[in-house]
């Protein structure tokens, strides 16, 4: 890979530098903890990584984060996994996310929107009391710390209010979104055995309401472990026999008495679909959520009390969870409920304009997508407020980079960041005293001793390597839900590399200090010893007018062999023809590598997604191996089956 020094896109101004708050923080712990104060981020983050302690108690001083009991020691036991954060330490997430109640009570905690896009207020006073209410409701009704509580909720105001009021207590939430089905439901929710169900009776979305009263009878069948079912009228129709009304449980005028917990204590859970089995449960902890989110909301995404956090989102994706996070910072959290693309494309551009939004969150799947119907955000929507534009979910390509600088405007940060649903975090992306490389994301989060390692465990620089974190993170699973010996939490990360999280993305540290992301190291494609991942070649062949979207696979064959097809779902009106496979191929080949032109090009229905809107290649890999379907997949976490038994049709006729 080139390591010469290309002109920044963007670079941020002196003004916006010293206001930054890593900038006063760094200048802080400088005094305080011993941090360095020159050298700037990379001597911050390489200070942040060797004292791991020092950086992590000044994150508690500089966000004053409230033990009701302290911690003698930051990490009673570093080793990975089983980390041991601030032991003996209690405290309570809800109450962090609620304090700026106490002086702002009349401002907007919350700003809930619909397809209508108008923007619906909940004040900080009152997001307070419909926790207070909710919190002692659920008391009333025997849940206790530890609990599970579920929420069948779209990204409403009443799902945040849910969660809180959970974390209050010290009971464990969970989510899903109204549009995973009954099965996707129960695979998640069986496993966790919850005490409560909140629901919906349905959820509008690309002006159509979707009833949703029959699933959520299944659920209720389903799930005896339930001792009260919680009902949201979205659409308006009655309760059902048996079930609590929502407005009949928030409306008490009850200050929120927060449950002081363990700072391991469970917080949420959290699924990430592996490729067999149920989904991974994925608890996190009330602490090390709360201080890694403060790190990464607070430092990294630059977020404050003058600022409104929009990010588009369901609340069965991990940043539904990072958004509700905003709210310990003193933000404004912007909740979309609807259509990414409603009543047109540009349609979160004209959420970010009615809220005022001040940080832009959105997939690079968006962000492509507007720029291939030709959207114009800044010249058909007042974008005056926007001061970042971040994107996560995949790669964004360097076209996206380009076109956001170029239709947002030049003087918008645009943060690519990477994280996980596992850590429910960023291990790189935005740092706001950083400049911005086209297809670069900034750098490794602070405290995060990000590396790109070979397979025997050799660090690289400026070469693709496998990445991983050789140092715990907070917010690291603190065990995965019915695995008593963990066992399979320690294959998912620890297996490879002893003692080191393997997260299984391909990725490049430059010698610039800034990382590049290529997509998942278990489905790259590597040919004749060149590695590459596969967002490299959807975004070659995807600027093709004619290519809607696109799957590539590398399948190693029982005799040595490497074959290499390229999948493409066509726009309308295209054709597979001779000009269009020549035009595929001279692409892929001019633009990366010869070695990486496929062998096939393959007109598919359509490319098969997780529920979270990511193309699954891993079981697409199996199937065309020869692994059957139910045990290449689990069926609950992919948004068409029926797109896959054409990979398997394939397999089998290849055979």
């Known amino acids: 890979m080139s390591t010469v020094n290309p002109q920044p896109l963007w670079q941020p101004d002196p003004q916006r530098i010293g206001q930054a708050q890593i900038t006063k923080f760094q200048t802080w712990a400088a005094e305080r903890h011993g941090a360095p104060a020159e050298g700037g981020y990379a001597a911050l983050h390489r200070w942040s990584v060797d004292q791991l302690d020092s950086f992590w108690k000044a994150v508690t001083e500089w966000f004053d984060v409230r033990f009701s009991t302290p911690s003698a020691r930051v990490l009673g036991d570093r080793s990975m996994p089983g980390a041991q954060w601030f032991p003996g330490a209690t405290l309570n997430y809800a109450e962090h996310a609620l304090r700026a109640a106490d002086a702002r009570a009349d401002e907007p905690a919350l700003l809930h929107v619909d397809e209508t896009h108008e923007p619906r207020p909940v004040t900080w006073s009152e997001l307070r009391r419909q926790v207070g209410s909710l919190a002692a409701e659920l008391r009333a009704l025997g849940v206790r710390p530890g609990d599970r509580v579920s929420g069948y909720l779209p990204n409403v105001p009443q799902a945040v209010v849910a969660l809180l009021a959970t974390a209050a207590v010290g009971a464990v939430w969970t989510s899903c979104a109204p549009d995973f089905g009954a099965r996707s439901v129960l695979d998640r929710f069986q496993q966790v055995e919850p005490v409560v169900l909140f629901t919906v009776d349905g959820y509008r979305y690309g002006g159509k309401e979707h009833d949703r009263r029959d699933v959520v009878a299944e659920l209720r069948r389903e799930l005896p472990t339930l001792r009260a079912v919680v009902h949201v009228p979205l659409l308006g129709t009655p309760a059902p026999e048996g079930v609590l009304e929502w407005s009949s449980l928030t409306s008490a005028e009850v200050a929120p008495v927060f449950e002081q917990v363990p700072f391991d204590h469970p917080l949420w859970v959290l699924y990430s679909s592996g490729t067999t089995g149920l989904p991974k449960a994925i608890v996190q902890s009330q602490g090390g959520i709360l201080v890694e989110h403060l790190k990464q909301l607070g430092l990294h995404c630059d977020l404050g009390p003058d600022d409104r956090f929009f990010w588009y989102t369901s609340t069965g994706w991990m940043m539904w969870n990072f958004l509700v996070s905003g709210l310990l910072t003193g933000t404004t959290i912007v909740l979309y409920d609807g259509s990414p693309g409603h009543p047109d494309t540009g349609a979160q551009w004209r959420v970010a304009e009615r809220t005022g939004a001040t940080l832009f969150g959105t997939s690079a799947a968006y962000v492509m997508a507007c720029r291939k119907a030709e959207v114009h955000p800044s010249r058909d929507f007042d974008l005056s407020t926007v001061r970042c534009v971040a994107t996560t979910g995949s790669p964004l390509p360097p076209d996206g980079f380009r076109w956001l600088h170029d239709e947002v405007g030049d003087g918008v940060w645009i943060a690519s960041v990477s994280g996980g649903t596992d850590v429910c975090s960023c291990f790189a992306g ?71 999280w393997r997260h299984g993305d391909w990725i490049t540290l430059t010698s610039r200090g800034s990382v590049i992301i290529h997509g998942r190291s278990d489905s790259t494609l590597n040919r004749q010893g060149v590695r590459m991942g596969s967002a490299d070649i959807y975004e070659a062949v995807e600027r093709l007018p004619e290519i809607k979207e696109s799957l590539v696979i590398g399948v190693e064959q029982p005799d040595g062999g490497y074959w290499m097809p390229l999948f493409v779902h066509l726009a309308p009106g295209a054709v597979l023809d001779d000009a269009l496979l020549d035009r595929v191929k001279r692409t892929i080949r001019e633009q990366l590598s010869p070695r990486h032109v496929p062998d096939e090009i393959i007109e598919v229905p359509g490319i098969p997604h997780t529920l979270t809107g990511k193309r699954i290649e891993v079981p697409v890999k199996r199937l065309l191996q020869g692994t059957p379907l139910e045990k290449a997949v689990n069926p609950g976490s992919i948004d068409d089956l029926g797109l896959l038994r054409f990979y398997e049709d394939l397999a089998r006729e290849r055979a």
Not at 467 to 478: A, F
């Open 430 to 500: 935005a740092v706001p005293t950083l400049p911005v490389y086209i297809g670069e994301l900034q750098a490794p989060s602070l405290g995060t001793d990000l590396r790109s390692w070979d397979p025997s465990g050799a660090p690289l620089v400026d070469e693709v390597g496998e990445l991983v974190v050789t140092n715990p993170m907070p917010s690291m699973p603190i065990h995965f839900w019915n695995d008593p010996d963990g066992s399979r939490y320690h294959d998912s990360y620890f297996a490879m590399y002893p003692g080191v």
